[in-house]
Structures are given as structure tokens and as C-alpha cells.
């Protein structure tokens, strides 16, 4: 069964071949129609230090402008598949939570009930939040980053209690102030978020709700690291793009259901099961780019604003004629 056919996504902008004139068609799917257990994972559009090439963790940094198109391009594309939600689960982190706000808006359906917790937060980058990701690479090495970041169970160097991003100094964690890691590893990240699957994602799931999580990187890595069973050695290489819908189709047990058939995996990660909406070639592109900006020292320049502003202007006038149908 076909399940989801690729179309084009605001990533096709990275080449700057993307325009006004590339609008997201209707497209068959199986998701709702088919199939009892449905699941999708959507990490938050650019945030401010997104776009500044920062460590973020729980730092409740805001959407920027570039995020809020993101954010809105992605529930157009989940409309133009006539996906239709029925439950949302995410942080409590705003960049997260405005995600959940655009995307149900441009599906139509802000009645959904939404629901936040803090287990779904981003993993904590202890004394890495607030840094330059490029200047540690350089400061660190690129393999000693990529550990701290990808790595399964290696936490970064930990968050003193006066550090100026310490989450602690905000009212919503004051009941969880003792609960707060001074740094977290992924494997610190998939023991919390796996309570929150447990007692209330899965069981959700299993009633026969179509289940939309935004969250963030790592937080979301350590969902699908146990959704998928991928290694602890392999786990490194995984990575996920901001905005682009990735859709599953499970069984009764909870596992990924592989419609491509043969065992193949996605041809953006090589690790996953289920479906990018953006499609394989674009999502691609875009961890190439991330990885570059992160870890290869030799690129000044911060790709997130690569092309200056013309290119930029171009690409938000794209999606903009997306979300409007143009």
C-alpha cells in the first residue's frame, strides 16, 4: 500500500529553486483510512537560536518569523494529505507549543485537545546551552560534539545552578526543581520521555486516536530510538529536520508497520520505518546542511542565513503561496 506519495516541501528552497508556483497537491494516503494505529512526530519550527546556530535545551526561546512560516507550511502539507488529528501531545517549551498552535490552525482543527508535559521538553545540554554549536565544535573537536549531541550515553559537561539559562529560575518547573538534570545524555532523555509513551502517548494511540507529537530534536530521537529499535551504537547517526511531518502506520503491539516493502527504510536516514511528508531527497538535503553547520569547521559561514536576504525573501514567498494556495 502506497503510503504517503511525495511531494515537494519548503526544504526544496535550500537549492533555491523553490517559488510561489510550487503548491502542495492533494495526495492519497492510507493514514486514517486504512489503519487503526496512527502516529506522527513534527519537531518545532526555527527558533531565535535555532537560527543563531545555538544550544537550546529547555531555553524557552520563540519562534522566529522563518518559524512561523515552518511551522504553518507544515500543517498545510498535513491538510493537503486530509490527515485529521484527533489528540496532541508536546512540551512546555513555546516553540514547541506554537508549533501546535499554527499547525492546527492551518488544518482547521484548533478544537483538538492539546496536551504538555515536561517529559517531552529537549533534552538539557547542561553547560553547552547558550554556546555556539560551531565554536564548540571547534573548541571540543567535531567527534567530541557529535558524542555530546547524537551520542547515546554521554552527556555534555553538566549546568551549574547559577548557570544564567538554568531552568530552575522559572515558575513552571518550580514543582520539578529536584527533578531537574544538571545535563542529560539521550539515554537520560529516552528513560523520562518513555514514562510519558507509556501512561499517555501509547495507550492513546491504542484507543484508536490519530496522535500528533511536536516536540524537539532529541526529545523526539528518544520516542523513535525505542518506536523503531535502533541500536545505541547506531543512534549517533539519526538525525531530524525542523517541520516535516513524519507519519507511522503501527500494528496492535505498537510497532512500525513498513509499507515500502522488502524492509526498506526511508532514503533520507537510512533508520526509519515511517513516512517524511517532505519527502526522502529534500529531508536529505537539509540534515546535510545541518551537519555542516554544526560540525565542519571549515564552513564560516552560518548556513541557516546562507543566500542572504534575497534568497531568504524567496523562499518565504514560497511558502507563503503554500499556506495561502497560491
Not at 490552525?105 to 545540554?125: A, D, F, I, S, T
Not at 523503531?228 to 547506531?234: L, V, W
Not at 516493502?261 to 537539509?286: M, R
Amino acid at each position: 500500500m502506497n503510503y504517503f506519495s511525495s511531494t515537494s516541501s519548503h526544504f526544496s528552497s535550500i537549492s533555491g529553486e523553490g517559488n510561489a508556483d510550487n503548491v502542495i497537491p492533494k495526495i492519497q494516503h492510507s493514514l486514517n483510512e486504512n489503519t487503526p494505529y496512527n502516529l506522527i512526530f513534527l519537531r518545532h519550527g526555527q527558533s531565535t537560536w535555532n537560527r543563531d546556530n545555538r544550544f537550546i535545551g529547555w531555553t524557552d526561546t520563540p519562534l522566529t518569523s522563518d518559524g512561523v512560516l515552518e511551522a504553518r507550511v507544515a500543517g498545510s502539507i498535513m491538510k493537503s494529505a486530509g490527515v485529521q488529528i484527533d489528540e496532541v501531545h508536546t512540551s512546555m517549551l513555546r516553540r514547541s507549543i506554537r508549533t501546535v498552535n499554527l499547525v492546527l490552525m492551518e488544518l482547521g482543527q484548533e478544537y483538538v485537545p492539546v496536551h504538555k508535559h515536561w517529559r517531552l521538553n529537549e533534552r538539557n545540554y547542561g553547560a553547552l546551552v547558550g554556546r555556539n554549536k560551531k565554536e564548540m565544535s571547534k573548541l571540543h573537536g567535531p567527534d567530541k560534539l557529535r558524542s555530546w549531541r547524537r551520542g547515546y550515553d554521554t552527556p555534555p559537561p553538566p549546568m551549574e545552578e547559577g548557570h544564567r539559562f538554568h531552568p530552575g529560575k522559572l515558575k513552571r518547573y518550580k514543582a520539578l526543581r529536584d527533578e531537574i538534570p544538571p545535563a542529560e545524555s539521550l539515554k537520560d532523555t529516552v528513560a523520562r520521555s518513555s514514562v510519558y509513551w507509556d501512561s499517555s502517548i501509547a495507550p492513546s494511540v491504542k484507543s484508536g486516536k490519530t496522535v500528533l507529537v511536536v516536540g524537539h530534536e532529541n526529545n523526539l530521537r528518544s520516542l523513535i530510538m525505542r518506536l523503531e529499535g535502533i541500536d545505541p551504537g547506531d543512534i549517533i547517526n539519526l538525525s531530524l529536520p525542523r517541520a516535516v511531518p513524519l507519519c507511522y502506520t503501527l500494528d496492535g503491539g505498537m510497532r512500525p508497520v513498513n509499507e515500502r516493502g522488502g524492509g526498506e527504510k526511508d532514503g533520507a536516514t537510512g533508520f526509519l520505518t515511517g513516512t517524511w511528508l517532505g519527502g526522502d531527497e529534500q529531508v536529505g538535503e537539509t540534515l546535510e546542511r545541518d551537519n555542516k553547520n554544526v560540525y565542519d569547521i571549515g564552513v564560516e559561514d552560518n548556513l541557516e542565513l546562507e543566500g542572504g536576504e534575497e534568497r531568504r525573501e524567496k523562499w518565504r514567498r514560497w511558502q507563503e503561496g503554500v499556506v495561502e494556495g497560491k
